[in-house]
């Protein structure tokens, strides 16, 4: 199929449950998000507005003055779209994040684009049956 633009990245959204218990106004989310309208809420099967919650990171909050859900997972939260670079920001090391690291093993098919530029810390491996296609510039050091 053909694409204006970047081929998406993802085939499905993911989603989550969350369990209110009337009190609780706060939840941790699996994957943080940039804004409240990266996440598609229900509460008991009904969307609720984006002015109706704020997302810091992985913080989903519905908030002062709003009645905190209840019930069994209840709360649905679909992640409309991950970062492709997600990953990244696990492997910051020190606190003003001066260092990542990055895997030693390479097990997936990989491609940098001509307008790209990648830089991976070494040594680095490519498992049996995966390819590296550079057409732009990898750098490993």
Do not use: C
Not at 7 to 25: D, I, R
Not at 49 to 77: C, K, M, Q, R, W
Not at 96 to 112: P, S
């Amino acid at each position: 199929m053909s694409y204006i633009g970047k081929e998406p990245t993802f085939g499905s959204y993911p989603s989550q449950l969350l369990s209110g218990n009337a009190s609780t106004t706060s939840f941790t989310l699996t994957h943080g998000a940039a804004n409240p309208a990266a996440l598609l809420v229900s509460i008991d099967g009904v969307k609720q507005n984006v002015n109706a919650y704020g997302v810091t990171g992985t913080t989903l909050d519905f908030g002062a003055g709003n009645a905190p859900p209840s019930g069994t997972d209840n709360i649905e939260v679909i992640y409309l779209g991950l970062r492709a670079d997600y990953v990244m920001a696990d492997g910051t090391l020190g606190t003003d994040g001066l260092m990542r690291t990055n895997a030693q093993t390479i097990n997936e098919n990989i491609t940098v684009p001509t307008t790209t530029n990648a830089v991976s810390g070494g040594p680095i491996t490519i498992a049996g049956g995966y390819t590296v296609t550079v057409n732009g510039n990898w750098s490993v050091v």
